[in-house]
């Protein structure tokens, strides 16, 4: 019998670990045994948004949901033309033991896993990366990149938006839950080729200013219990990783009209995240990434999407190593503890959670 981690959908605070016996492989499926998963803010995301944003569609259970984690596995069977026993993959995981595939697209870096039910959903969740042709991969570093990684490429796609659309007129970034990692990954992306004229503030807890500080990211910080007092210049675009209904009506009050947009990425407050009604000033509006990444992949094509995105991943892994303390928790047990913690808000920001599967 294996385990994965089955969340209750209509109460993302229970949480259990469920059975879960494993079959035969089919031909052309692969069997994906988990060695390790991150676990982050992010994954507490895509449980506030499981049904909405389809999160729940990815690994679908009758028991709940299987919350989808980054991380790395090993191919420990396979009927898979091309696909080999002993290569290592990196990819989107229900958080569990074992993942069964049925690749295609396959080329030396990578392939997408084509079971009929993932058929519909963003190929960018879909792609498996095959470690030992990936120039990115590094073994030391597994723990770094499978709670970051993820996370820059949503922060990297904010960034190209932000430079298209010119910062919405604003001068300055602000970034809420801006100790988060994704937080973090897109004020290295502004701050790395600055545009001329914006400055990057943080809007962040009393409790978390200290390790936000210590990251040199962000020009200046905020308190939240400050955000009454904020003023109409530098005018702002609010970049929202919060997602905190109280956060946002404190900024709306404040500023109104005089505040350019309010962009939507997450729910690290997620139990504050029903929307205010009637706030004044720009409606804020929600950033959907696997849309982006569309959009960018028609523009530029895949290898050169890939290109650039490689390219930026590796400037804010060079910057961002060594700013994070990994936290190794053990098999099921771990993983239920880690994901209390999340959900609690009990984690501290500078914790990068790494459940060790097998």
């Given amino acids: 019998m294996g385990w994965a981690l089955s969340i209750d959908k209509a109460d993302i605070t229970r949480a259990m670990i469920v059975e879960t016996p494993s079959r035969a492989l089919a031909d052309g499926e692969a069997r994906l045994t988990v060695r390790r998963f991150a676990l982050t803010a992010n994954n507490i995301t895509y449980a506030v948004f499981g049904e909405i944003m389809a999160y729940w569609a990815f690994f679908p259970a009758d028991d709940g949901g299987r919350l989808p984690v980054w991380g790395f596995a090993d191919v420990t069977e396979s009927k898979a033309d091309g696909i080999e026993t002993g290569e290592r993959i990196y990819g989107y995981f229900p958080a569990g033991d074992e993942l069964i595939v049925k690749p295609g697209q396959i080329t030396k870096g990578s392939f997408v896993d084509e079971t009929a039910h993932r058929s519909g959903l963003p190929e960018a969740y879909n792609r498996y990366r095959r470690c030992a042709n990936d120039p990115g991969y590094a073994p030391e570093r597994e723990h770094f990149?499978?709670?970051l990684q993820p996370l820059f490429l949503t922060s990297w796609l904010i960034d190209l938006h932000l430079r298209e659309t010119g910062f919405a007129g604003a001068h300055?970034?602000?970034?809420?839950?801006?100790?988060?990692?994704?937080?973090?990954?897109?004020?290295?992306?502004?701050?790395?080729?600055?545009?001329?004229?914006?400055?990057?503030?943080?809007?962040?807890s009393a409790r978390s200013k200290p390790f936000v500080e210590t990251t040199g990211f962000y020009d200046s910080i905020t308190l939240y219990d400050d955000l009454k007092d904020l003023q109409p210049a530098p005018k702002r675009i609010v970049i929202d990783f919060a997602g905190d209904s109280t956060i946002n009506a404190a900024i709306h009050g404040a500023l109104g009209d005089d505040l350019a947009a309010n962009i939507r990425v997450g729910a690290a407050h997620w139990e504050q995240s029903a929307p205010a009604s009637d706030l004044p000033g720009p409606k804020p509006a929600f950033f959907f990434a696997p849309d982006h990444a569309v959009k960018r992949m028609k523009e530029w094509g895949n290898s050169e999407f890939l290109r650039r995105y490689t390219a930026a991943w590796a400037g804010f892994s060079e910057a961002a190593h060594g700013l994070f303390d990994t936290v190794e928790m053990g098999g099921a047990d771990?993983?239920?503890?880690?994901?209390?913690?999340?959900?609690?808000?009990?984690?501290?920001?500078?914790?990068?959670?790494?459940?060790?599967v097998s």
């Fill in 145 to 147: 990149q499978q709670a």
């Fill in 172 to 204: 300055q970034a602000s970034l809420t839950s801006a100790s988060s990692k994704t937080a973090l990954a897109l004020a290295w992306c502004i701050g790395a080729d600055r545009p001329d004229g914006v400055t990057i503030e943080a809007i962040t």
């Fill in 334 to 356: 771990g993983a239920l503890g880690a994901y209390k913690q999340l959900v609690g808000n009990a984690a501290p920001a500078s914790a990068a959670i790494s459940v060790e």
